[in-house]
């Protein structure tokens, strides 16, 4: 074996490789050509002497041997990539780059300006921001922090609780003029509902009364969205009532061009989490944008503690 041919970026390649299942995919994020990782992969093998990846025409899959070699790999890169910041830090407080990923209406609303606001204190950090509902692999997808709102299934990634969003009944002026103000539970159905498809149990509303009584109440309409911007453009054009978190339309709350009803029910609040790859909690950079963000989002409108 030549070790040197052993080099930190092959094994870069190919922990990338194992991690997404392709090569024009990481080619594409390390921006180089597909040739160049293909050359990584096979002079990295060539040097150990074992096959790494079994390749098809459809996916790239890690040997036993490559899987084992996966591991130490990942722990070599990190540990480099600590000691550099380290090194960076005699000379500079933060450099680099963060991979962000966070739910799409909040992260349009109200993340991308906090991102502003994070990068004037830290100039030498570049935030790379992904805004997605869906769930991801933080580590195949090369991501350090994921921001998700709702309940979350057990995983290795280091959980933040970040706190609760509080959610209200809220419609136009102009559709309540046409159609009546809801004064109790019962009325809702014969509105007009604006649906999340992608919330789990939005056909059946489950909320409580003031004193404690709870209702469980079908809720439907003529429209039906998965994205929490298209119910906020839904609610200002008057096409129905919508159950909504505090912050997707505070402003428009404070303009007037959204009202709150049935105000003595409350519905259940949301939890807010953020998801840390554990490995890269400690690097400096990436421990700066988790403490700013936890802040920040605890200011935001509706938000209640964990």
């Known amino acids: 074996m030549d070790k040197s041919d052993i080099t ?41 002497g074992i096959a790494l990846l079994s390749r098809t025409t459809r996916r790239v899959t890690l040997t036993e041997e490559g899987s084992r070699y996966y591991q130490n790999c990942l722990a070599i890169l990190r540990l480099v990539e600590q000691a550099s910041d380290e090194a960076r ?48 692999d933080l580590v195949r997808d090369g ?12 995983s290795a990634l280091k959980l933040r609780p970040l706190g609760r969003s509080r959610r209200l009944f809220v419609a136009a002026p102009h559709y309540l003029a046409r159609h009546g103000i809801p004064t109790s539970p019962d009325d809702l159905v014969r509105h007009q509902g604006i649906r999340m498809t992608n919330v789990a149990g939005s056909a059946v509303l489950a909320f409580a009364g003031k004193a404690g009584e709870h209702y469980n109440v079908p809720f439907d309409g003529r429209l039906r969205v998965d994205h929490g911007l298209a119910v ?16 997707l339309v505070d402003d428009l709350l404070a303009s ?21 790859v554990p490995e890269r909690a400690a690097v400096a950079r990436v421990r700066l944008l988790i403490d700013f963000l936890a802040t920040e989002i605890a200011k935001l409108p509706g938000m209640a503690p964990a």
């Open 89 to 136: 830090s005699t000379r500079d407080a933060a450099a680099g780059t963060v991979r962000l990923s966070c739910t799409a209406s909040l992260g349009v609303l109200h993340v991308t300006r906090l991102i502003f606001a994070f990068q004037d204190r830290h100039p030498g950090i570049d935030i790379d921001l992904s805004l997605s509902d869906e769930r991801i």
């Open 232 to 247: 906020r453009e839904a609610l200002l054009a008057g096409r129905g009532i919508a159950p909504t978190h505090r912050w």
């Open 143 to 154: 991501v350090d922090i994921a921001i998700r709102l709702g309940p979350l299934a057990d």
């Open 256 to 276: 007037g061009q959204l009202e709150p009803i049935l105000a003595d029910y409350t519905l259940p609040s949301v939890p807010l989490s953020m998801l840390i």
């Open 8 to 48: 930190l970026e092959r094994m870069q390649s190919f922990v990338r490789v194992a991690e997404r299942g392709s090569l024009s995919a990481v080619a594409r994020e390390l921006g180089l050509g597909q040739s160049s990782v293909t050359r990584h992969l096979n002079e990295l093998e060539d040097a150990l």
